[in-house]
C-alpha cells in the first residue's frame, strides 16, 4: 500500500467524514435529532434491525463501507469494508432476527455479513453480471435466503448457507432497481427501469402479474404487512398503491417534486414514508393519503430511508453535502504533509474552498466550517481559541471568525494544552476533537521522510540536538497509518538507533493501533544509523531520478527548462516532478538508459496517435523537435505534451552532462566500491584507479571530494600524507576537506597506519544489468536477510522481550556465495570489456530479477507483512530503489524512511558541516507553499504575523 495513499486516506476521511450524510429525526416534533457523520461519500441504502427497540442502524455508501450504529448513542459500533476501491454499497437489509446484513454492490457482489460479530463476512455470493441495485431477506429464519436485484435485468435467490442460487427470475426488460419478499414469504415483488412492477412466486420463480401504472423507471416496492397490497416509488415522482390480487393500482399519492429514490412502512401498516431527489423526506397516512409531515433541512438528495416499528424516528440517507464548505487552516508541518497528497482540485472534492495558515491573520469567513489541521502546541491552540473567543468592536458584540470548529492534531495532546482547550469558554463551537497521529511526509508511495533537514547534523555532530522523544512520536505515526504495531529492531553498534527503537517501543505501547490481521510473516521496523553505509550517499546512481538531480542540479524537485509555447515562442518554464506526472513515476527509478528508450518510444507513440486523431498525415521521416512544435498547436494535446517535453529535456540534458570524465570516474567509482573491474578482476592499485580522473579539470571540486570520500572508506582509511597528497594533486580547497575528514563522526576511520589491516565486510555477490550500476546499498542486503530470516540478531537485535520470527520466505534469494561466485563468473565470461563513449548505458545479458520497479503501485493487500526501514541522519536514492526493487520480488511490502533525503552534493556539504557550530536562525521563517501552477497549487491565503 502507498504511503502517500494511505495518508491521503486518513486525510479525507477526516476532512468529508465531517459531512453528515445520515440524518435522524423526530417524526411527531418535525426535529432533526441526530447527525451521524462518518462515511466518506453519498449514502444509498438505509436499514434498521427489528427487535429490542430497533437498537441497530445499518448504513450503506459508496465510500464502500457498512457502517453500524447505535440508535440510542447515535455512535458508530464498527464498520465493514465491503468492496474496493472505487466500488460503493448501494443496498442493505437486516434479517428479521437481526444475526445478519445483507449488502448490494456496484462491484456485482452480494455480501452476507454476522451483525453480532462485528460484521465478520459470512459469504459472497456471486451470480449478477451487472451492479447489484437491491437486496432483501426471506422473512423465514429456518433457512436463511436473500433475494437480489440487477443492472442485468434479473432477480435472484440465494440460499446463504450453502452459497448457492436458487433460482434467477427473468422477464424485465431494463435493469431492475428495487426488491421486496412478502411477510407469508410466498411472493417476490420487483420494480425496474421499463416502469413496470412484477411478482413472481417466491416457491417455484413464476412470474404471477406485471403492474403497470408509472410512467419513469420504479425505483422502490414493499409489501404491508397483510400481503394485500404493494407500494411503489418512481422517477415519475408519485407513490402507487396496487392490489395484489387485481393488479390494479388503488391509489396515487402525490407531493414530491422529483424522483421518489426510497419507502419504508411502519409495522403497523399506518405510516408510508418516503426519500426523493427533491431533498425531503415525506410520512403518509396510509388510509387518508394524506402527507401529514415533511422532513427537510438540507440540501441534499434522500437516497433512502428507514423507520423505526413505530414510525416515531426517520433515519434518511442523503448526497455528500457539496454546499457544506469548509475553510483548512493549517501550520507549516500540516501543509508540507498535505502539499505531498494533495493537489487544490481534489481538496475541493473535500469540500474545501480555501487553505489558510494558521500564523497569519484571516478574514471572517462565518458561513463556513473550520477545520484545523495542526500540532498541538500551546501556539497553535492560543489561535484556534482566539478564532471563537468573544470579541467585542465599539461595543459591539462580534461572531465567531467561523461557523464552527474541528480540530484534528497531528499527535497526542499533551495534557496541559488540552486543559486550556478545555477551560477556554469555546467548547460549544468545537465540533470535532480529535488526534489523527499523523506526523510524517510521504514523499512517495514507498518513502518517508521526518522533514528534518539538519538530521544528518542533529544526529552526528557534536553541536547537535538528537531529539530522540519527539522524532520517535513521528515514527509512531508511520506505524498507526500503515496499522502495525511491529517488532522494533535496531542496529546493536548505533547506541542512537538503540535509544530511538526503545522509545519507539513505548510509543507503540499507547499508541490506539491494533494489528488485527492474521499474517503468516512478521512486521519489522528495523532503526540503523547512517554509519552502516556510509558509500552509498556519495555513490553515482544511474537511475531517472537519481541522475537528473545529480547531474542537472534540479531542486525541491522543480525542473526549469525553456520550451515553445503554442504561439511558438520560446519560454521558460518551471515544472514539479512529483505525483502528479505519471511520466515521472513510472521512471524515476529506472536505469537511465531504459528511461531514455521509453521516452522516446512513448512520445513517438503519443505522436502517432494525435495525428491519427488530428487527420494529420505523417511527412517523412520526422525529427523529435518536429513532433513537438506539431503538437504545440493542439491546445487540447497541451499537459501531455508539456509533460513529454519535460521529460525529453531532462534525458536529453542528462546525456549532455555525463560527459567522457565523467563516465571515467564513474567506472573508476564503480571499481573502488565493488573492489573488483566490470571483469570480476580484483582491483589491487586503488589509488592507481582513481588518480587520473581526480586529476581531470573539467571533473567539478564537489566531485573530487565524494571520489576521495570513497577512497577513504573503502580503503578502511589512509595514512596522514597519502591523504594530504591527494587532496592537493587534486586541488581541493581546504575548507571542502573538513568533508573528509568529518567521517570520523561517523565512526569511520580516515587516517590509519599502513601496518593497520582492517577487515572488510563480505558483501553477497551480485549480477547486475549495467556496468556502472554495479554497487548495491546495504539497504537492499537488510531488506533482503529481514525478509528471508537471515538478519543477525546480534547485529540487528529486537527491544527488549520481542522476538523475530523465521521467516516462512528464505526461499527468496540462495545464499550461496559459491554458487553465486560461479554464476557470476560465467557471465563474466560471455562479457567482453566494453570500451568507449556511453558504456554506462550497456545491460549485460541477463536480465537481473528485480531490475523493473513498479512505479505505478497504488495499493496491495494490507495484509501483506511489511519491513519499515529507517536511516538516521539522511536517506539517498539508491536506498529508495532498493524498497521497490525488493517489494517487487518478495511479496513484502518495504518501506523506507529517514529525517530527510539528501542528494550526492548535499550529503557531502552535509557532513562537512558536522564540525561546524550552528548559526543562528533567523526568526522569520519562510512560508512554505506548496508546487506546482493553476489547478495543482496549495496555496495559503496571503496575511500578516501575529
Known amino acids: 500500500m502507498s504511503l502517500r495513499e494511505l495518508m491521503r ?25 441526530a447527525s451521524l457523520k462518518g462515511h466518506l461519500d453519498a449514502v444509498k441504502a438505509v436499514a434498521v434491525s427489528h427487535g429490542d427497540g430497533n437498537k441497530y442502524v445499518v448504513t450503506g455508501s459508496l465510500d464502500g463501507t457498512v457502517k453500524v450504529w447505535d440508535r ?23 434479517s428479521s432476527d437481526d444475526q445478519y446484513i445483507v449488502t448490494a454492490s456496484t462491484d456485482k457482489l452480494v455480501k452476507v455479513f454476522d451483525l453480532n460479530d462485528k460484521g465478520s463476512l459470512i459469504k459472497t455470493l456471486k451470480g449478477h453480471t451487472g451492479t447489484v441495485n437491491a437486496v432483501t431477506f426471506f422473512p423465514t429464519t429456518t433457512q436463511v435466503k436473500v433475494v437480489s436485484a440487477s443492472d442485468d435485468k434479473t432477480v435472484k435467490v440465494f440460499r446463504v448457507e450453502r452459497g448457492t442460487l436458487d433460482n434467477s427470475l427473468k422477464g424485465h426488460n431494463d435493469a431492475v432497481m428495487c426488491v421486496a419478499v412478502s411477510a ?42 397483510s400481503t394485500q397490497q404493494l407500494i411503489s416509488g418512481s422517477m415519475d415522482t408519485t407513490i402507487k398503491v396496487f392490489g395484489i390480487s387485481s393488479g390494479n393500482c388503488l391509489k396515487t399519492l402525490k407531493g414530491h417534486k422529483a424522483s421518489v429514490f426510497s419507502l419504508s412502512l411502519s409495522t403497523d401498516g399506518n405510516y408510508i414514508i418516503s426519500g426523493s431527489s427533491d431533498t425531503t423526506s415525506r410520512v403518509w397516512n396510509y388510509h387518508s393519503s394524506v402527507c401529514e409531515t415533511i422532513l427537510k433541512q438540507h440540501s441534499d438528495a434522500v437516497f433512502s430511508v428507514a423507520a423505526t416499528n413505530d414510525a416515531a424516528q426517520v433515519i434518511q440517507g442523503t448526497a455528500m453535502n457539496d454546499e457544506d464548505w469548509k475553510v483548512l487552516v493549517v501550520d507549516q508541518t500540516a501543509l508540507k504533509m498535505i502539499n505531498q497528497c494533495f493537489r487544490m482540485s481534489e481538496l475541493m472534492e473535500c469540500g474545501v474552498t480555501v487553505v489558510e495558515s494558521i500564523t497569519k491573520s484571516r478574514r471572517e469567513m462565518r458561513e463556513f466550517q473550520a477545520v484545523y489541521f495542526c500540532e498541538p502546541t500551546d501556539e497553535n491552540v492560543r489561535r484556534i481559541i482566539d478564532d471563537f473567543k468573544p470579541k467585542t468592536n465599539e461595543g459591539a458584540k462580534l461572531p465567531p471568525l467561523y461557523k464552527n470548529c474541528n480540530i484534528f492534531f497531528l499527535y497526542d495532546c499533551p495534557k496541559p494544552t488540552f486543559d486550556t482547550l478545555a477551560t477556554s469558554g469555546i467548547a460549544h463551537h468545537i465540533q470535532t476533537l480529535k488526534e489523527v497521529h499523523a506526523l510524517y511526509t510521504p514523499q512517495e508511495q514507498r518513502v518517508f521522510t521526518l522533514d528534518r533537514s539538519n538530521g544528518l547534523f542533529d544526529c552526528y555532530s557534536p553541536y547537535g540536538h538528537f531529539d530522540v522523544d519527539s522524532i520517535a512520536t513521528q515514527l509512531a505515526t508511520v506505524c498507526e497509518t500503515l496499522e502495525e504495531t511491529p517488532v522494533i529492531r535496531f542496529q546493536s553498534s548505533c547506541p542512537r538507533a538503540e535509544s530511538l527503537a526503545e522509545k519507539l517501543n513505548e510509543k507503540l505501547k499507547i499508541l490506539p493501533t491494533e494489528n488485527k490481521r492474521n499474517q503468516t510473516e512478521q512486521t519489522q521496523f528495523i532503526i540503523v544509523g547512517r554509519e552502516v553505509d556510509l558509500l552509498s550517499p556519495l555513490a553515482h546512481e544511474l537511475t531517472y531520478q537519481a541522475a537528473a538531480i545529480d547531474l542537472l542540479n534540479i531542486t525541491d524537485n522543480q525542473h526549469t527548462f525553456r520550451a515553445r509555447d503554442g504561439a511558438n515562442r520560446l519560454v521558460e518554464k518551471t515544472v514539479p516532478l512529483d505525483e502528479s506526472d505519471p511520466i515521472y513515476v513510472k521512471l524515476r527509478h529506472t536505469h537511465i538508459a531504459k528511461a531514455m528508450t521509453e521516452i522516446t518510444a512513448g512520445f513517438q507513440e503519443f505522436s502517432e496517435k494525435a495525428k491519427d486523431q488530428q487527420g494529420i498525415k505523417s511527412k517523412g521521416e520526422e525529427t523529435t523537435k518536429d513532433m513537438k512544435e506539431m503538437l504545440t498547436k493542439l491546445p487540447q494535446l497541451q499537459r501531455q505534451t508539456q509533460l513529454y517535453s519535460v521529460h525529453i529535456d531532462i534525458s536529453s540534458s542528462i546525456n549532455k552532462a555525463f560527459s567522457n570524465s565523467m563516465e571515467s570516474l564513474t567506472t573508476a567509482e564503480q571499481n573502488l566500491l565493488c573492489g573488483e573491474d566490470e571483469e570480476g578482476n580484483k582491483v589491487t592499485d586503488t589509488m592507481g584507479e582513481i588518480m587520473p580522473v581526480m586529476l581531470f579539470k573539467d571533473i567539478p571540486v564537489i566531485e573530487k571530494v565524494r571520489c576521495a570520500m570513497e577512497y577513504v572508506l573503502t580503503n578502511m582509511g589512509t595514512p596522514k600524507d597519502e591523504l594530504d597528497a591527494l587532496l592537493s594533486n587534486a586541488e581541493i580547497p581546504d575548507d571542502l576537506r573538513a568533508c573528509v575528514h568529518n567521517l570520523t563522526h561517523f565512526g569511520a576511520t580516515v587516517i590509519a597506519d599502513n601496518k593497520k589491516k582492517t577487515k572488510k565486510t ?64 560465467s557471465a563474466r565470461q560471455q562479457q567482453k570489456k566494453r570500451a568507449g563513449r556511453g558504456g554506462w548505458a550497456n545491460p549485460q545479458q541477463r536480465h537481473s530479477a528485480t531490475q523493473d520497479i513498479g512505479n505505478d503501485i497504488t495499493s496491495t493487500d494490507l495484509n501483506k507483512p511489511k519491513i519499515i526501514l529507517f536511516f538516521l541522519g539522511s536517506l539517498c536514492y539508491s536506498e529508495m530503489r532498493a524498497a521497490y526493487e525488493v517489494s517487487n520480488a518478495s511479496g513484502y511490502e518495504c518501506y523506507v524512511g529517514s529525517h530527510c533525503i539528501l542528494s550526492p552534493k548535499e550529503y557531502v556539504k552535509g557532513v562537512g558541516n558536522l564540525s561546524h557550530h550552528p548559526k543562528e536562525e533567523s526568526s522569520e521563517q519562510a512560508q512554505v507553499v506548496a508546487k506546482g501552477d493553476g489547478d495543482g497549487a496549495l496555496t495559503i491565503v496571503t496575511g500578516t504575523a501575529v
Open 184 to 225: 407469508d414469504g410466498h411472493v417476490i415483488a420487483s420494480g425496474s427501469r421499463d416502469n413496470t412492477v412484477r411478482l413472481w412466486d417466491a416457491r417455484n420463480g413464476n412470474a404471477l402479474k406485471t403492474l403497470t401504472g408509472h410512467d419513469a423507471p420504479v425505483l422502490a416496492v414493499l409489501f404491508t404487512p
Open 762 to 825: 563480505k558483501r553477497r555477490q551480485r549480477e547486475t544489468e549495467y556496468n556502472l550500476s554495479r554497487w548495491t546499498s546495504i539497504a537492499k542486503d537488510i531488506f533482503e536477510d529481514a525478509i528471508a530470516g537471515k538478519l543477525s540478531t546480534d547485529e540487528f537485535p529486537a527491544v527488549g522481550k520481542q522476538k523475530v520470527k523465521q521467516s516462512k520466505l528464505s526461499r527468496y534469494y540462495d545464499d550461496n556465495d559459491d554458487d553465486d561466485e560461479e554464476e557470476l563468473q
Open 9 to 33: 486516506r486518513k486525510i479525507v476521511h477526516e476532512i468529508r467524514g465531517l459531512n453528515s450524510t445520515v440524518k435522524v429525526w423526530d417524526r411527531g416534533m418535525c426535529k432533526l435529532t
Open 72 to 94: 440510542s448513542s447515535s455512535a458508530c459500533l464498527f464498520t465493514i469494508a465491503v468492496c474496493s476501491e472505487g466500488e460503493g454499497v448501494v443496498g442493505v437489509a437486516v
